[in-house]
């Protein structure tokens, strides 16, 4: 690192485990956002490690990813240097949930502690696509069983609203993490699910910090992308710009963003995540990238904070523009919506 490369700020998410408190995401992995050369991706995670951003998201459910974080570790364990640390999720399949039992778990996470060829998960955030299959306090009761055997470190939830996440804790396990979608856009977590996390010790891992890439110079004053958009990413969010009042809406952000991004000499994204780990209850963004091609600018948003007048610009819009409603990942549970129908919902057995 460079004397002028920002130092990476870090976060204690339980006792003895710091994170950066920027996260690589491992999405743009799994092939849906384009070709991923293999090699170079594994090679660029020492960039990212080396950077100080010393963790990584992934998923049972992202095709290969599990699979490269594994040889990634085990190349650097062979060559005595420190490891990365690797969030993984346990999503079963939607057409499974109604027969999820603690053998089902055991098996998904023993394939999870294969393709990483480790012994002990990191974190391991859970994931239910509907609670009208009432077996999801079971299911963490069996991921927390795993734990007490050491085969999990920790156990995190991923896209809970703030009643049912609390119904789970209630129950006996220790969620450290919620990782949920939070952004400029998307403001559904400031209600009810960081005020539960800020009382009862659990943190927040954002994902769509950025809205798949829509919050970037990229868009500033472009016309609104026409059918078939690049990739799922950009389908997926230019729905949440819909929600928060349109594309005309949208422009407004990206001009405020690009005035506070101006005067801070830094990205318009940079000043997006910045956003978002300023908020309550945050513990880290998540940041989805294939390479280490942008991490210069990845890493920008720890040299400068948000002082007042950036947010009193940004909260005149914010205020005219409340965004979706309803509970975190209300609107993707429901099947039969906008949100829902380009879900794909049972990747684990496939």
């Not at 491992?26 to 963790?55: K, S, Y």
């Not at 999503?91 to 996470?109: C, S």
């Not at 004053?221 to 026409?226: A, H, I, L, T």
């Amino acid at each position: 690192m460079s004397a002028t490369t920002p130092t990476v700020e870090t976060m204690a998410l339980a006792p003895g485990y710091r994170i950066a408190r920027v996260i690589r995401g491992g999405w743009q992995l799994a092939g849906d956002h384009g070709p991923v050369e293999r090699e170079r991706a594994i090679a660029d995670m020492g960039v990212f490690l080396d950077a100080g951003m010393n963790t990584v998201d992934g998923a049972d459910i992202y095709t290969g990813v599990e699979d490269m974080y594994g040889a990634f570790n085990r190349a650097r364990r062979a060559a005595g240097l420190p490891r990365m640390q690797v969030h993984t999720k346990f999503v079963p399949d939607y057409a499974d949930l109604a027969t999820v039992d603690a053998a089902y778990v055991r098996r998904i996470i023993t394939r999870s502690l294969q393709r990483l060829d480790t012994d002990c998960l990191d974190l391991v955030q859970f994931h239910w696509w509907d609670y009208s299959v009432p077996r999801y306090v079971e299911t963490a009761l069996a991921l927390y069983a795993l734990q007490k055997e050491g085969l999990i470190a920790r156990i995190g939830g991923t896209n809970f609203d703030s009643a049912h996440a609390l119904e789970i804790m209630d129950a006996g396990v220790p969620l450290v993490s919620m990782q949920t979608q939070y952004s400029l856009l998307d403001r559904r977590p400031a209600h009810d699910l960081a005020p539960l996390a800020q009382g009862h010790g659990m943190q927040l891992l954002c994902y769509g910090t950025l809205a798949g890439g829509f919050l970037t110079e990229h868009w500033l004053g472009e016309p609104e992308p026409q059918a078939p958009l690049a990739n799922r990413s950009l389908v997926k969010y230019l729905l949440i710009i819909d929600e928060f009042g349109g594309w005309a809406a949208f422009q407004s952000l990206l001009q405020a963003l690009d005035q506070i991004a101006r005067r801070h000499a830094v990205s318009l994204s940079s000043v997006a995540v910045r956003w978002v780990l300023e908020q309550p209850g945050v513990a880290a963004a998540i940041v989805g990238a294939r390479y280490a091609d942008r991490l210069n600018s990845t890493l920008e948003v720890f040299r400068f904070a948000l002082d007042a007048a950036d947010h009193t610009l940004l909260q005149v819009i914010l205020d005219a523009c409340p965004g979706p409603a309803g509970a975190p990942y209300s609107l993707e549970r429901d099947k039969t919506g906008p949100h829902g129908r380009i879900m794909k919902y049972n990747l684990n057995n496939s």
